[in-house]
Every structure is written in C-alpha cells, then in structure tokens.
C-alpha cells in the first residue's frame, strides 16, 4: 500500500497563477484534509472532508477550493495564487470515527513569488 | 475548538524518560486528546490517544487527570531519532482537531 501520497512534491508559481495539488489515499478512508504548514508553525486546517461528497472549511479557507473526486482523490486548487500562500500543504486521511488516526502524506513545497 | 498549550522546547539527553505537558483547559466532553510526532520534511505521524485515566502502547505512554485539563505524554529513554515536535491534538471530529504550534525535543548524546 503506498498509504497518501501527493503530487507534485515541488512547485514554484508566480502571483496570479493557478494550479491543482492532486491527494490519494488506498486505505478506503471516509475522511481526507489538507493542511498547509508554515516555517516553524504547526499545521492549519485548509478544508476538510468528512465523505464523498462532503466537504467543509477548516481554519484558513480563503483563496483555496477543494474537490471531493471521489473515496480515493481529494485535491486543492488555488485559484489566484498569492506570496501568502507560499507554505508546505499536507494531505492526510482518515477512517472518519471520532479522533481516529490521521495518515499524512509526504508534503508539496509551494513557493509563489 | 479546545485550545492546547504545550512548551515550546525541551532538551533532554539519550536513555532518560521525557514529559511533555499539554493543557487544554476548555476541553469538551466527547474530546478525544490525541498526540502527533513529526520531523523535518515529513507529514506528522500518530503516536497515541486517550480520554481519560492512562494509555500506553509501545513507544509511549499518556496520562490523563479526573479533570482532564491536561495532558502528559511520557517517552521512555529517548534515543537520537525521537528528535522531532511533538503535537498535541484535542477534539473529536475531523475540522475540530487543532494542531498547536508543538513542542519541539532535542535529545542529545
């Protein structure tokens, strides 16, 4: 089982330029996040889904959509990228019972300038 | 959301037992308090959870007062490699789960 993996690993992008960051998980997980994590700072919640189908803001949405594709793929589009934005974003998952266990992916570096 | 305070760093050296205190003073009933390891350029990984009372398993233990207003997680002769931040996670579902700025552990030889 590769667990979550994340694509791509790098990526530099410009102001005003858009891009997807793709999560997929083989766990049969109900719940999958994305996580963006500063220098020196813990992980913010971006978006968070519950199931397929579902989703819901977690503690810094803005300038951030998510699309639930189905149980497996979970991705992240920024849509107008800012120097903000400029982060390492996790995507984890899990089985989605109370406080379970989350499995995080190995991270995308973003850098927007 | 329960907030969580935890120090920011601690030292210790090979083969003693560290402590890390965690406080949630507002935590709520279904809270389910929960600990996360993570080192540099990796995704944070699960170490243990409890909700009450004591929790051990093979690489930790968690201790948890009546109140539960408080937390510590307890790391047995730390080695090199326990080197990394530790998090303290409290809350039950999915987008109530916060991580904290973490503790960060040097452990020197």
């Known amino acids: 089982n590769a667990g979550v993996t994340q694509t791509p690993k790098f990526q530099v992008l410009k102001t005003g330029q858009s891009m997807t960051l793709q999560c997929a998980q083989d766990m049969n997980h109900n719940s999958m996040y994305w996580y963006r994590q500063d220098p020196g700072m813990g992980l913010r919640l971006i978006y968070y889904s519950a199931s397929e189908g579902t989703t819901d803001k977690g503690e810094v949405p803005n300038g951030y959509n998510v699309s639930r594709l189905n149980k497996r793929e979970f991705s992240l589009r920024l849509e107008s990228a800012a120097p903000s934005q400029t982060s390492v974003y996790f995507c984890a998952s899990s089985e989605g019972l109370p406080a379970d266990e989350q499995y995080f992916g190995p991270g995308t570096r973003l850098t927007v300038t | 959301l329960a907030k969580t305070t935890q120090p920011i760093s601690m030292d210790s050296y090979e083969g003693q037992e560290v402590n890390i205190t965690c406080s949630h003073n507002n935590i709520a009933t279904n809270d389910y308090i929960t600990w996360y390891q993570q080192f540099p350029s990796q995704g944070p990984r699960f170490i243990i959870q409890?909700?009450?009372t004591k929790v051990t398993n093979e690489v930790a233990s968690l201790f948890i007062p009546a109140d539960r207003k408080s937390s510590t997680l307890s790391l047995p002769r730390v080695s090199l490699s326990d080197t990394a931040v530790y998090y303290c996670?409290?809350?039950?579902?999915?987008?109530?789960?916060?991580f904290g700025a973490g503790t960060i552990l040097r452990v020197k030889s």
């Open positions: 409890g909700y009450k």
């Open positions: 996670l409290v809350g039950e579902y999915g987008n109530k789960l916060v």
